[in-house]
């Protein structure tokens, strides 16, 4: 999850980051002559935290961002684990600056030690500091997988909610006479796009025009703190992170005519809240669930962290001290000993005390919906173990089927080896063509009230 005001969240899904690096010129020289005063601003405040100045750079924060999100201790813990995970910030340069009402959103490239990333700095009219994001550089264009048949669907731009929190989204539908099964796709953590794009990856891009060139609509649709961050609260749940937009877009593809069954497929957080998802909307033909945790939130995180810390050369490190601090930060919320104010992984305790709250196991026990429950082996985030859990308080349910895929990762990508950040950033890849025809069948099942596949 992000905030409006702090630093895209490396939680469950974002932890896997890592982006496409790209060459700059080395860090010391001085703002370009001509820059704009956007640019310029952005570059300076950037440039504060790369010097340690937090207490400079919280007070050229705008007064209007919520207390205890963009001040020199959040922004002190926000920089610290950038650099664990990223590395040394090398360079960045002047960047393309958007329009957005009344903020300017200004999209530094920056160069850290192990890859390259946007840093988007959203400024108020009197050049105040009102959001702060990190983002992958553009990915390169989109190559369909060998599955995917582009004659057999077309595709049309929808709109999932209303104002203020209206978000564009794309809903993809078989050609030929219907009426056709349709999935609505929920994303995981972090301000995701509709194609919850990772580097070069676009699982859900994967998913649409895989299911849709095998008869099955799908809607995918930009994630609300994505499309509304520097409007939204610091203090947002799972509620409005996940549960809320999910809801309305099923309803808009139950309403639509060239729709029948109605299938909800969550990934990673996503698949976390599916359970509720489904419960809450009560009117589902089946549930997907993909790479979905289950075991106890701290442990997962604390897992997560420990592998990264293993992939480092240098057990001493910075990026490993850094981590190091991080899983105490973490130790201290899960004993409830943190402040309300700090901001861990870029989000407050509260946030992860109701992530760890959500039992999806429990709930989903007491769905009559048909579920299936895909893992990846080469996944670090969510495990074996975790589908072990699934199947074992499950698999005494007809309608539950669970299925490991040992080669692929968490983004159901083939590769070898367990997955690392850097093989999202060099080695981008699709869904693998056995999941979607999986999901095909299963969903032909599921729509028929039949079992298992």
């Known amino acids: 999850m992000a905030f409006p005001s702090v630093v895209k969240s490396m939680t469950l899904i974002i932890l896997i980051l890592a982006m496409v690096s790209m060459p700059l010129p080395l860090p010391g020289q001085e703002i370009p002559p001509g820059t704009d005063r956007w640019n ?21 924060v705008d007064p209007a961002v919520p207390e205890g999100s963009l001040g020199p201790p959040q922004l002190e813990a926000i920089w610290g684990q950038l650099m664990a995970q990223l590395g040394t910030l090398r360079s960045f340069l002047p960047g393309v600056v958007l329009e ?18 946007i840093l988007q700095v959203t400024l108020t009219d009197a050049l105040e500091v009102s959001g702060f994001f990190i983002q992958p550089p553009e990915p390169p264009p989109y190559e369909p997988p060998s599955y995917v048949d582009q004659n057999a669907f077309d595709e049309e731009e929808v709109t999932v909610g209303s104002d ?41 891009k994967d998913l649409a025009w895989g299911l849709a060139s095998f008869g099955v609509a799908v809607l995918r649709y930009e994630k ?22 999910a809801l309305l877009a099923l309803e808009l593809v139950r309403n639509r005519p060239e729709t029948s069954q109605v299938f909800l497929f969550g990934h990673s957080l996503g698949g976390m809240m599916a359970p509720e998802i489904g419960k809450r909307d009560g009117r589902l033909d089946g549930i997907a669930i993909l790479a979905a945790p289950v075991r106890p939130f701290f442990e997962t995180l604390r897992t997560q962290l420990e592998y990264l810390k293993g992939l480092a050369a240098n057990a001493d490190s910075p990026g490993s001290r850094q981590i190091d601090s991080i899983l105490s930060v973490i130790a201290a919320v899960e004993r409830g000993e943190a402040p309300d104010d700090q901001a861990v992984l870029g989000a407050p305790p509260a946030y992860w005390k109701e992530v760890a709250a959500v039992d999806p196991v429990e709930t989903a026990r007491g769905l009559s919906e048909s579920l299936i429950i895909l893992q990846g082996g080469r996944d670090y985030q ?16 007809p309608s539950v089927m ?5 080669d692929l990762s968490h983004l159901f990508i083939s590769g070898d080896g367990m997955a690392t950040p850097a093989e999202y950033a060099t080695q981008p890849g ?8 999986d999901l095909v069948k299963w969903i032909q099942r599921a729509g028929a009230g039949e079992g298992a596949l």
Request: no cysteine; net charge negative.
């Open 100 to 117: 957005q009402g009344p903020y300017h959103i200004v999209r530094v490239p920056a160069e850290f030690q192990s890859q390259s990333f």
């Open 40 to 60: 310029r601003a952005a570059l300076e405040w950037i440039g504060l935290l790369q010097n340690g100045e937090f207490d400079e750079a919280g007070a050229r």
């Open 164 to 204: 203020p929190w209206s978000l564009p989204g794309t809903l993809t539908i078989p050609t030929g006479e219907g009426p056709f099964p349709a999935v609505v796709l929920v994303h995981g953590s972090g301000p995701n796009d509709r194609d919850e794009s990772i580097g070069g990856n676009r699982p859900f």
């Open 402 to 406: 669970t299925k490991l895929y040992p």
């Open 430 to 437: 699709h869904v693998a063509e056995e999941v979607i025809l």
């Open 382 to 397: 969510a495990t074996t173990e975790d589908l072990e859990i699934w199947a074992r308080e499950l698999g005494d349910q």
């Open 224 to 245: 609300r703190t994505r499309v509304h961050g520097p409007s939204l609260p610091a203090d947002i749940g799972l509620e409005e992170e996940v549960i809320a937009d």
